[in-house]
């Protein structure tokens, strides 16, 4: 092939390449980003004669005020009729955001329900590199500024409704004839945690215990597991947000490995283990608005007795 040739070969290929990777961002920013799915997973962790106990999964919906696709598509989840709500934090991107949120949240707060907050619960998104994200978690930096959103107004909202604030605190809550105990803390990934709060070996007349953390961070996971508690739940990492076809993710976020970017899992620690479910919830930054073969999700966890097999589907 002549030299004039070779480079009209390059030029057709580098075309094609920018071609299908501005269809892939296209479709990452107008299509999948707002193609929301409930995910179902079936988790063995109740007593032995427990009735299913069905827990819908909510986290990092990173709303604003004008995401009304969002909001009615999260509202319709009360026609599922869980028997508990579990929210791992990151609701809010938008200081006028409350209202909007309760609206989608609507009856789902007539349910039991428990919450923690992530760092977009205190502080409005910024604009910043992308490339930090494809740092080692204990490479990034946070700048330590004050709340900047209504997360006061966002909690007695929560709370005025009955559900119940676990930011490094404890709780017991009584759920179709069950007793669960749960203990969770405020976001990892900006260090307000406080495991030493809520530290102890879990109680075993509670029909289950459950931690909740916002960002899953391994020394929370470890604090949770060495505890005892057979089921952790989190969120914050966006399952990724974008994955590689056949691959997966390439980052998340934070010191969790890849394999447990999203989904069902199991986390062991000092020869004992806990089922982690972690959520690749329902939204983005504003400043990133893309999702590649990650959509944005909520799940419906069926909870049954331990004799059953760990399974999840889409």
């Given at each position: 092939?002549?030299?004039?040739?070779?480079?009209?070969?390059?030029?057709?290929?580098?075309?094609?390449?920018?071609?299908?990777?501005?269809?892939?961002?296209?479709?990452?920013?107008?299509?999948?980003?707002?193609?929301?799915?409930?995910?179902?997973?079936?988790?063995?962790?109740?007593?032995?004669?427990?009735?299913?106990?069905?827990?819908?999964?909510?986290?990092?919906?990173?709303?604003?005020?004008?995401?009304?696709?969002?909001?009615?598509?999260?509202?319709?989840?009360?026609?599922?009729?869980?028997?508990?709500?579990?929210?791992?934090?990151?609701?809010?991107?938008?200081?006028?955001?409350?209202?909007?949120?309760?609206?989608?949240?609507?009856?789902?707060?007539?349910?039991?329900?428990?919450?923690?907050?992530?760092?977009?619960?205190?502080?409005?998104?910024?604009?910043?590199?992308?490339?930090?994200?494809?740092?080692?978690?204990?490479?990034?930096?946070?700048?330590?500024?004050?709340?900047?959103?209504?997360?006061?107004?966002?909690r007695r909202a929560f709370?005025?409704?009955?559900w119940t604030d676990l930011?490094?605190?404890?709780?017991?809550?009584?759920?179709?004839?069950?007793?669960?105990?749960?203990?969770?803390?405020?976001?990892?990934?900006?260090?307000?945690?406080?495991?030493?709060?809520?530290?102890?070996?879990?109680?075993?007349?509670?029909?289950?215990?459950?931690?909740?953390?916002?960002?899953?961070?391994?020394?929370?996971?470890?604090?949770?597991?060495?505890?005892?508690?057979?089921?952790?739940?989190?969120?914050?990492?966006?399952?990724?947000?974008?994955?590689?076809?056949?691959?997966?993710?390439?980052?998340?976020?934070?010191?969790?490995?890849?394999?447990?970017?999203?989904?069902?899992?199991?986390?062991?620690?000092?020869?004992?283990?806990?089922?982690?479910?972690?959520?690749?919830?329902?939204?983005?930054?504003?400043?990133?608005?893309?999702?590649?073969?990650?959509?944005?999700?909520?799940?419906?966890?069926?909870?049954?007795?331990?004799?059953?097999?760990?399974?999840?589907?889409?």
């Amino acid at each position: 092939m002549s030299l004039s040739g070779l480079a009209t070969t390059t030029l057709k290929a580098t075309a094609v390449v920018g071609a299908v990777g501005a269809a892939c961002v296209a479709y990452a920013a107008a299509i999948e980003v707002r193609w929301f799915t409930l995910r179902r997973v079936t988790i063995p962790v109740l007593p032995e004669g427990s009735a299913p106990l069905r827990v819908l999964h909510l986290s990092d919906l990173h709303l604003m005020p004008t995401q009304e696709r969002k909001i009615s598509w999260v509202n319709d989840l009360a026609a599922l009729e869980p028997d508990l709500i579990v929210n791992t934090g990151d609701n809010l991107s938008h200081e006028r955001s409350v209202r909007p949120l309760l609206r989608a949240y609507g009856d789902l707060l007539d349910l039991p329900g428990v919450f923690v907050f992530g760092s977009n619960d205190y502080w409005k998104p910024h604009f910043k590199n992308p490339g930090k994200y494809l740092l080692p978690a204990h490479k990034q930096r946070h700048k330590p500024h004050g709340p900047d959103l209504p997360y006061e107004e966002m909690r007695r909202a929560f709370t005025g409704a009955g559900w119940t604030d676990l930011n490094n605190a404890k709780a017991t809550l009584k759920v179709n004839g069950l007793r669960l105990d749960f203990a969770g803390t405020d976001d990892p990934h900006i260090k307000r945690d406080r495991y030493d709060e809520v530290a102890g070996e879990i109680d075993p007349s509670a029909d289950l215990s459950i931690g909740v953390t916002h960002a899953p961070y391994q020394r929370v996971l470890n604090g949770f597991v060495g505890d005892g508690y057979p089921l952790v739940l989190a969120g914050h990492t966006h399952g990724g947000q974008l994955a590689v076809p056949l691959y997966g993710a390439l980052v998340t976020n934070c010191d969790l490995d890849t394999s447990r970017v999203k989904g069902l899992s199991t986390w062991g620690h000092n020869g004992r283990q806990a089922a982690l479910h972690v959520s690749a919830g329902l939204g983005t930054s504003p400043y990133a608005p893309v999702r590649f073969a990650c959509r944005p999700e909520a799940t419906l966890l069926t909870l049954v007795r331990r004799i059953n097999p760990i399974s999840s589907q889409p």
